[in-house]
């Protein structure tokens, strides 16, 4: 399939098709509940929200980099932030996965935060704060060994 039967096929509108076969849209993606097991496309960037929730993801693999406004990847078989977006100008919600760190976690989030640490969903406060202080901390163990 081309990428243009296949945004077709996703009710994917708005997109530019760049260079490197990844793609930019101009608007939201609207992938929830269609039994994917790993995203059709890979994306750069989505100037709108980016909804994968309720499917059989494994990995975050062709998400996209930044996403201007929502994120919701919860509902999945994820068990790691590996692949998934760096920039979100709105809310994280992947809850109902079982990721267990903000490894790989995006780095930038505008809103509320939510993620499943197997015994419930929870909500991170300050988010911003909490990735850097992960990431220092992950750094200081690096250097100490």
């Given at each position: ?58 990995t975050l693999e ?60 929870y909500k991170i ?21």
């Amino acid at each position: 399939m081309t990428i243009k039967e296949i945004c077709k096929k996703y009710g994917i509108e708005n997109y530019t098709i760049l260079p490197d076969g990844s793609i930019d849209v101009n608007g939201s993606v609207r992938l929830g509940s269609m039994g994917l097991t790993k995203l059709p496309l890979r994306f750069t960037t989505v100037n709108g929200d980016f909804d994968c929730e309720y499917n059989k993801l494994t990995t975050l693999e062709g998400c996209p980099i930044s996403i201007a406004f929502n994120f919701c990847c919860f509902g999945n078989k994820l068990t790691s932030f590996e692949g998934g977006p760096v920039k979100v100008g709105g809310y994280v919600d992947a809850g109902y996965n079982d990721i267990k760190s903000l490894d790989y976690a995006p780095t930038e989030v505008g809103g509320d935060f939510h993620m499943d640490m197997g015994d419930g969903v929870y909500k991170i406060e300050n988010y911003n704060s909490a990735i850097k202080l992960h990431n220092r901390n992950k750094i200081i163990k690096k250097v100490l060994g």
